[in-house]
């Protein structure tokens, strides 16, 4: 293998590849990165086993030519020593050469490494997914569909099920659930392409939030193959392959309340920061709760008190309170979180009862929904 | 105690003094901030009973009312909870109150704390320091002097002296010194205001560093204050002291040779981005140790060997290489730090053999010195 690069196109890729490398491995060969050269350019590829990135550079890109492959080959070099180099090379250009026993020479100006390399042939095998049936979403959509649900996924094995993702597709429409049991994120988009097929899987959370890293923001489609353990995301020049979780996502749908006792219009920004400052006291007891009130005159009261610490109390005018007083206490975070998560400048909370679910949605968007439990305390 | 405040000011303040203000201490007050407010203003101090700093915040400052104090008093609040709730109040003005039991009010808008404070009286004293014979140093250069030492100084407690920075005070001059054992750093200036003293101090290193980071970027001239033992540097409006390092420095003098057997004059920026590129490998070794050897020509050649790993080697372009040949082994780590704390785009490195500290220095500019002992491999 020799070939010579352009020295940014390399560190991107290399860079993207990353994402999916980890050094915690069982299987020695995944600490390193897979170079591939041939007629149509250089593929580079990282993988955990669980998530793997395949990244390709063509020859020649907008007329510009980026690499040039002067011999055919492959080698596996080791991803941590790999990037620094690429990273801190004096040229613009760098020349790359497997010479005998898998030596591999870095060359760039007057600076040349020689690292040991792994032989590729070793290298585990991507999934083979059949590349039909893909669905599209614009980029910028699958990251925000992405944002708004990762979250509140579950960072407990104790359900392993619920650190993931569940993605359904239906007449049309994908949607995205995540739940860690107290609390739940859901967000909806229509499909501009319907294969016509339903799917039910559950997408690793870390699988998501590494795919969202390395999409550039643009609105160009992703193309999503899903198969039985496998989904494959498929952007410009860039593979993601990641597996899916196995068993049963549960059924959620009947968590979300459709009725509402009490209803409350506010304005984002400045009920997130009352919740902050209430929290700033509320952090240091056991689990961040912070109290809501209904008062009179559409006034609402956000309130903390950790004995040895201090309390805060701060009123925030709503632009309505509809339906019955209420006095309701929940964790400060996932307050914040899930108003983070929300677009728009006003939203609606609806409760039904101090001790049951409550529900967080954008006024005139049934797109996404937020919904927090309770915690007792009354 | 009850005053008004512009909260920037305010928030600026205690930015400044938790930079004392440390969570891991045996005396609990030393936890809070302390709070005085008088007719002049508000003082606010942080001490870890090492460092000690005060921030005064004026009644008025160039005709803008920033403090209306309406009750003469004082309280200790705690420092974590104190500065993240300033960081939040939603409006520019915050009132603060103490009320019956140390129980204090923050109000801003519609957001009300209360915080329990602890008795200003019981609060540690600052050391008392006569103000006379104070040095002056423009605050840009005090903060170039910290920085191009202070990262010599030793990790360890082994030698606890060598922890510190010894600053001299001989013939109107003022000379900075710090040494781990394995390299040194030296730094000279004159001072405007000699007062005919002498002084030899050991600041610790940390108190330097922190003191370097609330220390605004102008040339006011900044006064110190020796003692036997505290310093204290005056900035305006700030007070921060230190207490000095008991014990004997070692005499460095004898350390920096006179002579060269082998002079290199180089090109800072180039000769320091190929040092950290022979470093990339050589990290996972024991020592990140690379190696310099002259070449003909004036070339130099950078090198580093990590058998499991591999090896990097690149020539380097000098604008002379005076003297004997030279092959020599040293802490790419500690080359580039003296490399990072020098000024000019070009530098002398005097060697005096392969076993014998070397001195890097830049050109046409003795107050500045950079020392190095090598590590024995060839």
């Not at 669980?50 to 980026?66: A, H, L, T, V």
């Not at 032989?119 to 925000?144: F, M, R």
Request: aromatic letters at 6%.
């Amino acid at each position: 293998m020799k070939f010579v690069i352009q020295r940014d196109a390399l560190v991107q890729s290399v860079g993207d590849v990353m994402k999916a490398v980890t050094s915690r491995t069982t299987i020695p060969i995944l600490t390193g990165i897979k170079i591939i050269a041939n007629d149509e350019g250089v593929t580079l590829t990282g993988s955990d086993s669980d998530i793997s990135i395949e990244s390709f550079i063509p020859k020649e890109e907008e007329g510009n030519e980026i690499v040039e492959v002067t011999e055919n080959g492959g080698i596996v070099l080791q991803a941590k020593f790999f990037s620094e180099i690429v990273k801190k090379l004096p040229m613009d250009t760098v020349e790359i050469e497997v010479q005998n026993h898998l030596q591999t020479v870095i060359r760039s100006g007057k600076a040349e490494f020689n690292l040991n390399g792994l032989d590729p042939e070793e290298y585990p095998h991507l999934p083979q997914i059949e590349e039909g049936n893909a669905l599209k979403v614009p980029t910028d959509l699958l990251k925000t569909m992405i944002r708004q649900t990762v979250f509140a996924v579950s960072t407990s094995e104790t359900r392993p099920i619920l650190t993931g993702v569940n993605w359904k597709v239906e007449d049309g429409e994908l949607s995205c659930i995540a739940t860690d049991s107290h609390r739940l994120a859901m967000r909806k988009a229509a499909l501009e392409n319907d294969n016509g097929k339903e799917y039910n899987i559950v997408i690793p959370g870390k699988s998501l939030t590494e795919l969202s890293k390395i999409l550039d923001d643009n609105s160009d489609p992703v193309e999503i193959v899903i198969t039985d353990n496998q989904v494959l995301f498929k952007a410009k020049h860039l593979l993601f392959f990641s597996r899916l979780l196995e068993g049963n996502y549960p059924d959620t749908s009947r968590l979300i309340p459709n009725e509402s006792k009490t209803e409350l219009t506010l304005a984002t920004k400045e009920f997130l920061q009352a919740i902050d400052r209430a929290s700033l006291l509320a952090r240091e007891g056991r689990n961040n709760v912070v109290k809501l009130s209904t008062i009179d005159n559409g006034l609402i009261e956000i309130s903390s008190n950790t004995p040895e610490i201090g309390k805060v109390i701060e009123q925030v005018q709503s632009q309505s309170v509809d339906g019955e007083e209420l006095k309701i206490s929940f964790s400060a975070k996932y307050m914040m979180d899930a108003l983070k998560a929300l677009e728009g400048t006003e939203i609606h909370v609806n409760f039904t009862g101090a001790m049951r679910p409550f529900v967080i949605k954008p006024l005139h968007d049934d797109s996404i929904l937020q919904l927090i439990l309770p915690v007792r305390t009354y």
